[in-house]
Nanobody
Framework: QVQLVESGGGLVQAGGSLRLSCAAS????????MGWFRQAPGKEREFVGV????????YYADSLKGRFTISRDNAENTVYLQVNKLKPEDTAVYYC???????????????WGQGTQVTVSS
């Protein structure tokens, strides 16, 4: 079992930056690929990016490349999502999730956090 808790969300002005954190419990964190997803109001949850278990591989949704960066600290059982140059359309609940391997498919993620709200004002 892996329990995930996101933090770091909040209200930020357009153009600003945020770093979201996802703290994991359990000794097996380093064996999981970690993904980030987001769900905007009235929209389906979408893939943001994923990092491999070792941290050596990252992959991002095409539309988000360049502004989003995922990193992880396996010693601290934490994965991060750095978001720069925030836009109002980035407003969403952001979720982290754990999967056996790097994947963009939500169905392949075994564990999910409860989400953290990010609101970007114009």
């Amino acid at each position: 079992q892996v329990q995930l808790v996101e933090s770091g969300g909040g209200l930020v002005q357009a153009g600003g930056s945020l770093r979201l954190s996802c703290a994991a419990s359990g000794r097996t964190f380093s064996s999981y690929a970690m993904g980030w997803f987001r769900q905007a109001p009235g929209k389906e949850r979408e893939f943001v990016g994923v990092i491999s278990s070792s941290g050596g591989l990252t992959y991002y949704a095409d539309s988000l490349k360049g502004r989003f960066t995922i990193s992880r600290d396996n010693a601290e059982n934490t994965v991060y999502l750095q978001v720069n140059k925030l836009k109002p359309e980035d407003t969403a609940v952001y979720y982290c999730a754990a999967a056996r391997g790097p994947t963009t498919l939500q169905l392949e993620y075994d564990y999910w956090g409860q989400g953290t709200q990010v609101t970007v004002s114009s």
